[in-house]
């Protein structure tokens, strides 16, 4: 069973910069996909970023700009770097990954991070 780990999340003020960890303890070469989603209070989970099929990241329109997703091989880690930071962004942020075998697929999440950003 894979375990994704968040951390990096925190309080912090409007206009400043942090960056969530996922420590995987699969390879990353083994996944499929590796995403960051965010459910701000009261809403749904929405998608952040993605890496997919190793491709260049991609980003909803709504997240672009200030978000940047980040892989180190090494370290079996993804990195989300969040800039400019507003009460928006105040959100649990999660880490999300698949693996794709003989036909099925495997999904995985970690167990979410706290942001919160003081207006």
């Known amino acids: 069973q894979v375990q994704l780990v968040e951390s990096g999340g925190g309080l912090v003020q409007s206009g400043s910069s942090l960056r969530l960890s996922c420590a995987a303890s699969?390879?990353?070469?083994?996944?499929?996909?590796v995403r960051w989603y965010r459910q701000r209070p009261g809403k749904e989970r929405e998608l952040v970023a993605d890496?997919?099929?190793?491709?260049?990241?991609n980003y909803p329109e709504t997240m672009k700009g200030r978000f940047t997703i980040s892989r180190d091989y090494a370290k079996n880690t993804i990195y989300l770097q969040m800039s400019s930071l507003n009460s928006d962004d105040t959100a649990v942020y999660y880490c999300?990954?698949?693996?794709?075998?003989?036909?099925?697929?495997?999904?995985?999440w970690g167990q979410g991070t706290q942001v919160t950003v003081l207006s």
């Open positions: 890496f997919t099929d190793g491709r260049t990241p």
């Open positions: 999300y990954a698949d693996q794709l075998f003989q036909g099925r697929q495997y999904e995985y």
């Open positions: 699969a390879s990353l070469h083994s996944f499929n996909a």
